[in-house]
């Protein structure tokens, strides 16, 4: 009986090993395989796009608060010169009129897409999303809504002031955003501070 045993540890022993071995590397491997697939997933389908959104956000955002700086520092200028009383206020103005209502008109053919965009994203992408992203879903979807009823004037604009709308209220969502598309670009290029 000892003699079986022996030759089964000497003979055997070394296939039964070298198998448990080999699934224990191969799991491991196909495990780490589903985690890289699915953190490519989740840079490719939700923060990635979302990033971008939001870059082309932040830099429409800081372009029109620069035009309307110096529209407003030009309109200035103009009343300063502008004889007393100043006679040819609305011929003067309407320059100034046309760039104020191409920034509306931008704001609601482009920006606020944008944000429709961002939330369809988040809405349809959220099971891969983490969960700091999702703590930020409510605050973005009553900003989304507010200012696309304000936009389809289905809210007055006095009741929209005492919501108080502002986008300030995202900077933290804003924030998430890029740290965790950050990381995940860390991660899948190797990186090991990710």
Sequence with gaps: MLDILMWVLKYIGPAVLA???THYLTARHY???KTYEFAERRL???YGPLCSRLKQLKANGELSVAISQARHEAWQDECKRAPTPFLDHERTFEPFKDSIDYENA???EYTMPLFDEMLEILNT???LAFPSTLSFFDTFYRFVQLWRRWLDDAIPGEAIER???REEELRPFYAD???KHAALVRRL???RKS
Aim: without cysteine; aromatic residues 4%; charged residues 50%.
């Design 19 to 21: 198998t448990l071995i």
């Design 31 to 33: 495990r780490a395989r």
């Design 44 to 46: 490719d389908e939700l």
């Design 106 to 108: 931008r704001f609601r």
């Design 125 to 127: 992408k959220r099971h």
């Design 163 to 165: 919501i108080e709308v």
């Design 177 to 179: 955003i890029e740290k």
């Design 189 to 191: 290029s190797g990186d």
